[in-house]
């Protein structure tokens, strides 16, 4: 369409789709200094729905080179969110390309105060994917692999006690970095997480085989321990980083023969289902985690059909 045949376009009300994007991105890197790649990914989003819309009028019959903006509904919108959808996008990208498509509409109704179509659309919610786990028996080959006798150095001593706390607590990763000696009951067998998730204290049993790898480590720290100092550290005495306990487990699961990639969470996760698999109840297992909702620690826990029918027979009294 040339520059004359554009202008009376506009002239006209209609809204030229490509033009208007192109506007849209210029006035977002000027007005909001978005780094160049937030503005890359709005334009080529928006430009992905224009594309649907032209596909789509093609379809209907419709001989058209553009897309009138004013003519965008919210059936449309929801029709291309459908689409992504049919052709297995993430549910990640189809809430990028909405929030896009929003924004988009948002400053269409700022600038030139056109209703936006897409302002009562919901974004789909987010796929709640669960960490893997470890069976009872990865979990065990996988400790007593972190405690052969011909590996006690420093780092390995530290290794295995990262491995036997994570497993025996379900701490988060970032809870058990953030331990320091003062924490830990010897005597209790306890450990205080301070100021966890939620801004809440909680007290957490500790195993045998935990307290011990702990104490081993103790005294082994190149870095003489102080009660105020961290628990989990480099041996040059500093605090670990989240990102290395990460590659802790990472090499201790590749030298067990452990083909389960497992997070620290996938740990905290195992904890939860072998505690719930061997009868600790739901309630006893929020409470050690400190999830706010008992519907987290649901969403946290493998039940086993055969578990679960156990349970039955046992409780209920007509079987």
Not at 65 to 75: C, K
Not at 166 to 177: A, D, K, P, Q
Not at 185 to 192: A, F, K, W, Y
């Amino acid at each position: 369409m040339g520059a004359r045949e554009t202008t009376e376009a506009r002239t006209m009300g209609v809204r030229l789709m490509e033009q208007e994007v192109e506007a849209f991105a210029a006035a977002l890197k000027k007005a909001s200094r978005a780094a160049d790649n937030t503005v890359t990914n709005y334009r080529r989003d928006l430009l992905g729905f224009r594309s649907f819309l032209l596909e789509r009028a093609a379809i209907l019959g419709k001989r058209v080179d553009e897309i009138d903006v004013t003519s965008i509904t919210a059936d449309h919108v929801r029709s291309y969110l459908a689409e992504l959808m049919k052709n297995k996008a993430a549910r990640a990208t189809v809430q990028r390309r909405l929030s896009a498509i929003k924004a988009f509409f948002r400053y269409r109704e700022t600038t030139m105060g056109a209703e936006s179509p897409a302002r009562t659309i919901r974004s789909p919610k987010n796929e709640r994917r669960l960490p893997s786990i470890l069976q009872e028996d990865e979990v065990r080959r996988l400790l007593e692999f972190s405690l052969a006798p011909d590996d006690w150095t420093p780092a390995s001593i530290r290794d295995r006690a990262i491995l036997e706390t994570l497993y025996s607590s379900g701490l988060r990763v970032g809870e058990l970095v953030g331990l320091n000696w003062r924490d830990i009951d010897e005597e209790l067998g306890m450990v205080m997480i301070r100021a966890g998730k939620g801004n809440k204290d909680r007290l957490v049993p500790l195993g045998e085989p935990a307290l011990d790898a702990l104490k081993k480590w103790k005294t082994a720290m190149p870095v003489a321990w102080e009660h105020d100092g961290p628990v989990i550290t480099n041996l040059r005495g500093g605090r670990l980083t989240t990102r290395s306990v990460e590659l802790i487990l990472q090499r201790r699961i590749e030298a067990a023969g452990i083909t389960a990639g497992v997070t620290p969470h996938g740990l905290r996760h195992s904890f939860a289902t072998h505690m719930l698999g061997n009868g600790a109840d739901l309630r006893s297992i929020q409470e050690m985690l400190g999830h706010a909702s008992l519907a987290t620690t649901q969403r946290y826990t493998h039940v086993s059909v055969n578990h679960l029918k156990e349970v039955y027979r046992r409780a209920f009294p007509r079987v």
